[in-house]
């Protein structure tokens, strides 16, 4: 549309922090496109390409997808999305990938979530991965909307417990050196990098709490007033 100021934003926070349920919530007010690294990364995967090949390497073991695969894998999508206001949801996850991007488009507003590790750790155990679709569920906060027939997602071989992560989780990173412990450790790890890097550009806007309902409205309220 001429004239249209054009908004490109950025949802950060530990996995498991809310980012998919509060980009969601962005998408449906405020219209944005919403970029995913972690669902390129799934489609990728499922498509079996060489990117989602290499890539399950590293999410399987709780690491980081390379930069430059990265990198190259959102700049691609982001030149589709060059007519629009998007919200990129899970990168830049390190500093050297919010530099590659700040190069080419520098963001208006970035969200760090801060939910407390205990919290993320106890909110995971209920959660469910649907195989075929990969899709994310959580059975008390946000069940299937097609509960499978009445099945209990246990009885369904569809659905899978996100035990490689959360059990591990469970237990709390600090007392299992697992894996899937380490996630959230590698999160604290690289994160701190990229919200210092915009803090100090001056767009970095900080939400804590341990619900997304109650963070959500502070969430809203900030870019009613950003986006015009
Ligand atoms: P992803 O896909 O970016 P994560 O692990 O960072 O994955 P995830 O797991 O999707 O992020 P989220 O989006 O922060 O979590 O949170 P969510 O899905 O909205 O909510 C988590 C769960 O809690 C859901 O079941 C939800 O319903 C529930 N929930 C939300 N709010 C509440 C609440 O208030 N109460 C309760 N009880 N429940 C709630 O990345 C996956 C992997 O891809 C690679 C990495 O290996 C990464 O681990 N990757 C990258 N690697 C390098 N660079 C990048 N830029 C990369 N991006 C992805």
Redesign the pocket.
Known sequence: MAGRRLFRALIM??????????SERIVSDFGLKHL????L?RSQILQKTDVGLQ?QK??DE????PDET?VALISAELKKLAEHSWLL??????RH?AEALHKVQPLDTVISLNVPFQVIID??K??WVHLPSGR???T???PPKNPVSGARLADNDDYSPMTSRESAWSSGPTTRRTRSGS?LEVYQASAGPVIEFYRELGVLEEFSGS???KIWPHVRRMLQQRIQ
Request: proline share 5%; no cysteine; aromatic share 10%.
């Open positions: 926070g530990a996995p498991g922090s809310g980012k998919g349920t509060i995913s690294s972690g669902d990364l890539a590293y999410i709780g690491a980081l997808v990265m949801d899970g990168f830049p996850r390190t990938q909110r995971i209920d959660r994310i569920y959580n008390l906060f946000n996630v619900e997304t309902n």
